[in-house]
């Protein structure tokens, strides 16, 4: 089996920063290019960062651009989301995923982990 372990989460105030970590046990994350979505309650995941195979080309959505920062250490098998700025809006469950080549979002492989809990809050 193999499998994506999210952690780094916790309370934070609003402004305050933290940096998840996506560790892959039983593959070779350099392989594959790393999706980071997250889920509030009651709301669909929703993509919010992704970076290519190489660490050549990342993405983000407009609610994080400017606040979160996606890289890679592929040497520790490990891919990273830098959140700084963070807004209350930011609480939900957050979770990394393998995805299609050059970062296409819509293909998915693997399955969901247990994902790590972000909340903003004072």
């Known amino acids: 089996q193999s499998q994506l372990v999210e952690s780094g989460g916790g309370l934070v105030q609003p402004g305050g920063s933290l940096r998840l970590s996506c560790a892959a046990s039983g593959f070779t994350l350099e392989n594959y290019a790393i999706g980071w979505f997250r889920q509030a309650p009651g709301k669909e995941r929703e993509g919010i960062s992704c970076i290519t195979s190489s660490g050549g080309s990342t993405n983000y959505a407009d609610s994080v651009k400017g606040r979160f920062t996606i890289s890679r250490d592929n040497a520790k098998n490990t891919v990273y989301l830098q959140m700084n700025s963070l807004k209350p809006e930011d609480t939900a469950v957050y979770y990394c995923?393998?995805?299609?080549?050059?970062?296409?979002?819509?293909?998915?492989?693997?399955?969901w982990g247990q994902g790590t809990q972000v909340t903003v809050s004072s």
């Open positions: 995923r393998q995805v299609g080549g050059g970062c296409d979002m819509r293909l998915r492989f693997g399955s």
